[in-house]
């Protein structure tokens, strides 16, 4: 029996899930609201930040991509964020995002794709046992149908080998009633030749009896 076996459904389906669930993760979500004035810098560059909101004030420092900062006010094209160290700089709007840069993410993108493979890799065992034990059942029954084939081959022989006794027993038979017969013919034709005889001899010497009686 072939071994080759086709992929699970099941594992299929997880599959894509895994992959979706990357994609999802690795994206930003920049449609979503955020819940509270937590900020990131965005993933794309290192910041320069300024001393006010527009782009004519001094740059006093610089934001590193990724780094979380609190967002205090916006004005303008710029934001005004906390850093870190509590320091109050001024940024440009659109160098902020509202999710988690990628270093952030990575630790949680680890863990859902620790699980993930975790649990295809159960499904896999556990596919792969069902085709095991599969494979097993189909082995012991083909053992099965061997068996039964052979004992029918033996069967026929003994079959074919009485078929063929007994068409010489009935050869015989016939052989020995064509015999018998043939004896009964002989002993009947014997029985009436001997009467046939009898009939015409004794006549005859009860003829000769009478003659020779009337000499006397």
Same mark, same amino acid.
């Given at each position: 029996m072939p071994d080759i076996q086709p992929a699970s459904p099941a594992l299929t389906a997880l599959r894509g899930g895994l992959i979706a669930a990357l994609i999802a993760l690795a994206a930003p +979500?920049? +449609?979503e609201e955020p819940a509270t004035d937590a900020r990131w810098v965005s993933d794309s560059l290192n910041t320069y930040v300024r001393s006010g909101p527009t782009d004519g004030h001094r740059i006093v420092g610089t934001l590193k991509s990724g *780094?979380? @900062?609190t967002l205090v006010t916006s004005q303008g094209n710029y934001s005004q964020v906390r850093g870190q160290s509590g320091d109050l700089v001024w940024i440009l709007t659109s160098d902020l995002q +509202? @999710?988690?840069?990628?270093?952030?993410? /990575?630790? *949680?993108l680890d863990a859902q794709v620790a699980e993930l493979s975790g649990q295809l890799k159960t499904i896999d065992d556990s596919w792969k046992n069902r085709v095991q034990g599969m494979q097993e059942t189909l082995d012991s029954?083909? +053992? /099965?149908?061997d068996e039964l084939e052979t004992r029918n081959k033996a069967l026929n022989e003994q079959l074919e080998q009485s078929q063929s006794s007994l068409r010489d027993t009935q050869a015989r038979l016939g052989d020995e009633n064509k015999q018998v017969m043939m004896r009964y013919m002989v002993y009947g034709g014997s029985i009436a030749g001997a009467g046939l005889l009898a009939g015409l001899i004794l006549p005859a010497l009860t003829r000769g009896r009478k003659r020779n009686d009337r000499w006397f």
């Open positions: +979500a920049h +449609a *780094q979380k @900062v +509202a @999710v988690p840069g990628q270093s952030e993410r /990575l630790p *949680q029954r083909k +053992a /099965l149908i």
